[in-house]
Structure formats: C-alpha cells, structure tokens
C-alpha cells in the first residue's frame, strides 16, 4: 500500500550494502533496526524477517542473528526502538511544560505534529503500524507523554468539558501521521506539499474549535452528549 509512497526517502539496497565498512557492534545495531525501521514502515510488521533486513542493511545473515536470534527479538527490539525515536525526535528539544508551568498554545502543538509527521514519514509509519499490531501503545513512551499533555490541556480549563482524552489523542495522532502518506501521493513538489499541509492544520484547527455540525438543527444529538464521558462505556450507539 505504501510501496511507492516516499521512495525517495528510502536508501536503496544498493546503496546500503556498499556503505557496510562499520565493525562496531552497537553500530551495526543501529544499522540493522534503521533497516528494520524501513521494513516495517514499507509493508507492515509482517513482512519483518531476520534475513530481509540483514539483506537491506548490508550486513550477512551471520552477523544480524548474533544481535537479533529470533525474528521475536527483532520486533521487539525495532519496535522499543521506534518508540525511543519518535519520542526524542518529538519531544528532545522541548522544554517540559512543568517547567513552564502554561499549556502548549494548540496551534503551534498542531503545527509541530503536522511538520513533525511530514520529516519524518517513515518513522511516523512505523510507529503507526507497530502500535496498531501489538498491545504496545499501552506503555508507549510517546503516547503516554501525548495523552498526558492532552490530558493537562482539558484539565486546565483550556478545552471544553467532557472531552474523552484517549479518543481525542487517537484521532489527532493518528490523523497527523497519515496525512502524509496522503501528500505524498498527490502533491508534486515542495509547493503543493506545503499547501496540503497547510490545508491540513487550518481544517483540523477549524474542528478543534468550532466543531462540524451546526448545533441548533441537532438538539436530540446536543442533548446525548452534552453529558459527562463514560471511557468504560464501549456500547454501540443504537441504529
């Protein structure tokens, strides 16, 4: 599905097994998850296999089963990883906002997700399909920090009551790392890409404060969820 989205990004196999001069063991490491990174973001955590990213990493089978035995203790091992990435390269140059002691103005939070997600697509794709497949996303290191700050957003009287945080988070996260994958298939050139972009903060920006629907033609709906949220609650709504 995203075979050919981003394949500039992507380092071709040629390139990387003419680059293999590294005797390190931490480097090569490195390499080997980088490689497993790409995997991962290109065709899903399936496709993840001990020989392939030894193949795409330079690196002979030997080699990557001494780091990695099993192909378990590869996926694990790539998906801490990406969890640890993700996570620095979001949040490492930010200032904690205890230390700040206000909230996070929400557009600049949306626009450092939005241009978070567009440099950095298949870091963002993977972190994606890895917390989609596993249970993972339970003690994910970024998640928690997105849910935690949301969560200090709505408890600081900056957001409207009854806001589901968890719900929220999903939505806004998941929807700010696949809107490049989007892009990338329709935009051509860097123009059109900081269009789309664009396009993208204003809209979700626009339902963050006003919302889709107009309140007034919808009473029965106003009245359903105006109450407080039940985050145990998992009953369908009725037909």
């Not at 002691?101 to 997600?117: Q, T, W």
């Not at 989609?132 to 709505?154: H, I, N």
């Amino acid at each position: 599905m995203f075979t050919d989205v981003y394949r500039g990004k992507h380092m071709s196999d040629k390139s990387r097994s003419g680059r293999r001069n590294n005797t390190n063991p931490e480097s090569t490491r490195r390499e080997i998850l980088q490689a497993a990174l790409e995997v991962l973001a290109k065709d899903g955590p399936e496709s993840l296999s001990v020989t392939e990213v030894a193949r795409r990493a330079g690196v002979n089978r030997g080699t990557a089963y001494q780091h990695f035995p099993t192909r378990e203790d590869l996926a694990h091992a790539t998906a801490s990883w990406v969890s640890e990435r993700i996570y620095d390269e979001f949040y490492g140059d930010m200032v904690e906002q205890s230390e700040l002691s206000k909230v996070y103005p929400p557009d600049v939070a949306l626009a450092r997700l939005c241009n978070f997600a567009m440099n950095n697509p298949e870091l963002s794709r993977a972190w994606l399909f890895d917390v989609m497949s596993t249970q993972g996303v339970v003690t994910d290191r970024f998640w928690k920090k997105y849910v935690k700050e949301l969560s200090q957003f709505a408890e600081g009287g900056y957001g409207r009551e009854n806001i589901d945080v968890e719900v929220f988070a999903f939505i806004s996260l998941s929807s700010a790392l696949l809107w490049p994958i989007w892009v990338g298939a329709h935009a051509k050139g860097s123009k059109a890409r900081a269009k789309m972009q664009k396009r993208f903060m204003d809209e979700m920006m626009r339902l963050t404060l006003f919302g889709s629907l107009t309140r007034e033609h919808y009473p029965e709906l106003v009245e359903r969820y105006s109450g407080p949220v039940d985050a145990e609650d998992d009953a369908a709504p009725a037909a």
